[in-house]
């Protein structure tokens, strides 16, 4: 029962600071994720993706803003492998540059559902050097609801396969890697108009950090961005237990 009340006031300082700092994106493949065998990780984290590249049928001028935050739950299954799951909101704008003016044209997504479900783990980790080599594999669903209309929405599906190097140095992970993001948006604009699109490129860098923080260094705040489908920024703060 202590332990809970613990892990309680722990977890209500932590939403606190969550919410004074700014932190925005999409995590991939961070080593602050992977925990000890049964244990938890209770976590708040959101993400921001700008300026992502879509095309559809064969045009390439859209992008997409995508941003999201929730809740997000750890549990080690083995000492080498952890599940992860997300529950949270969303909201995102598709931008049309095809349109016949210099302002591009623009569908704005409010209201979302987000959920996310990340498998994560070590590959390879070398003792005598540090160094750390982490894979991750998730599926992020989002559902915006168009803003001026209920009947309007959008789903958003992302499948994203990650890697990446990490070396502890003192109360700092950092980390950097590769991933590969797969992602199909439907927009159904609620007047019986339907449109798909995809991603315009899979592959892009990543570099991140994690800082450990407390005694136990039980909390673990991570920061993450990627660069080459567009800003993809990511921010956490997550207690273990």
Known sequence: MKKFVVCSLWFTVIAILFYLVPAQAAQVGSPASLIEKGKW???LEG???SERPMKKSGASDYHVNIGYGGHARSYGLTERLTIKGLVGGSYGRIYDENATTTIA???SLSGGLALGLELLGII???????FEWDASAQFLYLRSHHKRSGKANADWYEWQLSSCVAKELGWF??????KLSIVDLDHDDGKGNTASYEQDGIFSPFVGTD???GKDRDVVINLEGAF???TELYGAIRYRF
């Not at 390879?124 to 540090?130: D, K, R």
């Not at 992970?173 to 590769?178: D, M, R």
């Open 105 to 107: 044209k623009k569908t």
């Open 173 to 178: 992970k950092p980390y950097a890697g590769v």
């Open 228 to 230: 080459l489908l567009g």
């Open 124 to 130: 390879f980790e070398n003792e005598s050097s540090g």
């Open 211 to 213: 800082i450990y923080l």
């Open 41 to 43: 990780d209770f976590s």
């Open 47 to 49: 993400g921001y993706v």
